[in-house]
T-cell receptor, first 115, second 114 residues
Framework: AQKVTQAQTEISVVEKEDVTLDCVYETRDTTYYLFWYKQPPSGELVFLIRRNSFDEQNEISGRYSWNFQKSTSSFNFTITASQVVDSAVYFCALSVFSGNTPLVFGKGTRLSVIA | SQTIHQWPATLVQPVGSPLSLECTVEGTSNPNLYWYRQAAGRGLQLLFYSVGIGQISSEVPQNLSASRPQDRQFILSSKKLLLSDSGFYLC?????????????FGPGTRLTVT
């Protein structure tokens, strides 16, 4: 069975601080994908990134960066120089290729960026 | 490009009343479709998913049901709502193959059962 753990329920930071959201996953499949979604106060989930299990290169997109480490089964998300608009709930998710099964989501981390 | 629609955006219903939420996808064919519920301040709970017309998988036993009468239409229903059915309902779609099952979400329906 697959599992995604986001141990941080809520994080609060002051604007311009860097913040890292943790994600640990469990799967026995060797082929899988990892995702991050953002849910702003409006409610709609917004796709941020997809990473497959064969690509461990870190990725940077503007102030966002992702650190994928298979050795620790982690896919952490860092926001640099946080802004108030980054305030949202962030979900990490996992999918595997062993069947036509839905994504497995973590419980989410609520990030509050204070001005 | 693909778009996903949900309606209504908000709904207030009394306990015991029926429910029908609709989700439609445009710009793609034969998508996988999903219904999620999110209680206030909590994570996503997968309710149903469908890999084709008339094919529905239920994840959680409850008083809700889902139907897929057309390729790009997914309906969530209930005959009698409970207070515990209150929440934020999200519909999502994904491609059958490719992109690792990446899902795209609709704007959601906020349901309050009184």
């Amino acid at each position: 069975a697959q599992k995604v753990t986001q141990a941080q329920t809520e994080i609060s930071v002051v604007e311009k601080e860097d913040v890292t959201l943790d994600c640990v996953y469990e799967t026995r499949d060797t082929t899988y994908y990892l995702f991050w979604y953002k849910q702003p106060p409006s409610g709609e989930l917004v796709f941020l990134i997809r990473r497959n299990s064969f690509d461990e290169q870190n990725e940077i997109s503007g102030r966002y960066s992702w650190n994928f480490q298979k050795s620790t089964s982690s896919f952490n998300f860092t926001i640099t120089a946080s802004q108030v608009v980054d305030s949202a709930v962030y979900f990490c998710a996992l999918s595997v290729f062993s069947g036509n099964t839905p994504l497995v989501f973590g419980k989410g981390t609520r990030l509050s960026v204070i001005a | 490009s693909q778009t996903i629609h949900q309606w209504p955006a908000t709904l207030v219903q009394p306990v015991g009343s029926p429910l029908s939420l609709e989700c439609t996808v445009e710009g793609t064919s034969n998508p996988n479709l999903y219904w999620y519920r999110q209680a206030a301040g909590r994570g996503l709970q997968l309710l149903f998913y469908s890999v084709g017309i008339g094919q529905i998988s239920s994840e959680v036993p409850q008083n809700l049901s889902a139907s897929r009468p057309q390729d790009r239409q997914f309906i969530l229903s209930s005959k009698k709502l409970l207070l515990s059915d209150s929440g934020f309902y999200l519909c999502a779609w994904s491609l059958l193959q490719g992109r690792g099952g990446e899902q795209y979400f609709g704007p959601g329906t906020r349901l309050t059962v009184t």
